[in-house]
Structure formats: C-alpha cells, structure tokens
Nanobody
C-alpha cells in the first residue's frame, strides 16, 4: 500500500537546484524525512521535519545546501536542494512515521514512498 508520493526529481547539472515534493498528510504523520540511496550504497537519511513543530534536522553531507519544510495548508513536505553535486545522485525517498522519535536513520521510519530519481551531472 503506497502511503507517500514523491515528485520533482530529474536531471540537472552540478551547481543546479531541484525541489522535491512529498504528499504526506500532516495529521497522519508526526515526522517526515528525505532519505536517499545512491547506486551500490546504503540508504542515507538527509533531512527530517516534525510536521507539528516544524523542527528540522540535517545530515552533515547536505547541511547548508538543502532545506526541508512542510506546508501548513497542504499535506506536502518539500526538499529544496541547491548547489547540487554529482555525489547527490541517488533515488530520493520520502519516509514517515506516525509517532515517537524521528532521527535521520532509515530504520526510524516505517512508511515509505516509491522514490524519485535525482541525477546530477558534472
């Protein structure tokens, strides 16, 4: 059963920007994260937001280049990515949980979207 739906991926050149969107009903999930998986690598949590407070947390690898936000009026969570690098190339997943602690580790989340591909060319 698909719980979350991502959109906004694509191909960009290094230095460019992309904005990913995740349809995640605010009153269903207490927190939402963006997790990525590059070819041949494990999933890596990049950013998360608590849907109620808006509190955010970022991985060191993306700190300063990405912003996670949630829309008050809609059920959307966004990931604005700037200054993209070739190493940001990955499948990006929206992940969520309904309650409890929300870190950056992928096992913290039990609801997942199907992912959207981001490819950055150098």
């Amino acid at each position: 059963q698909v719980q979350l739906v991502e959109s906004g991926g694509g191909s960009v050149q290094a230095g460019g920007a992309l904005r990913l969107s995740c349809a995640a009903p605010r009153y269903t999930y207490s927190c939402v994260a963006w997790v990525r998986q590059a070819p041949g690598k494990e999933r890596e949590g990049g950013a998360r937001v608590y849907t109620g407070s808006g509190n955010t947390r970022y991985a060191d690898s993306v700190q300063g280049r990405v912003t996670i936000s949630r829309a008050n009026a809609t059920a959307a969570v966004y990931l604005q990515m700037n200054s993209l690098k070739a190493e940001d190339t990955a499948m990006y997943y929206c992940a969520a949980r309904k309650s409890g602690y929300c870190g950056l580790a992928p096992p913290d989340y039990n609801y997942w979207g199907q992912g959207t591909q981001v490819t950055v060319s150098s």
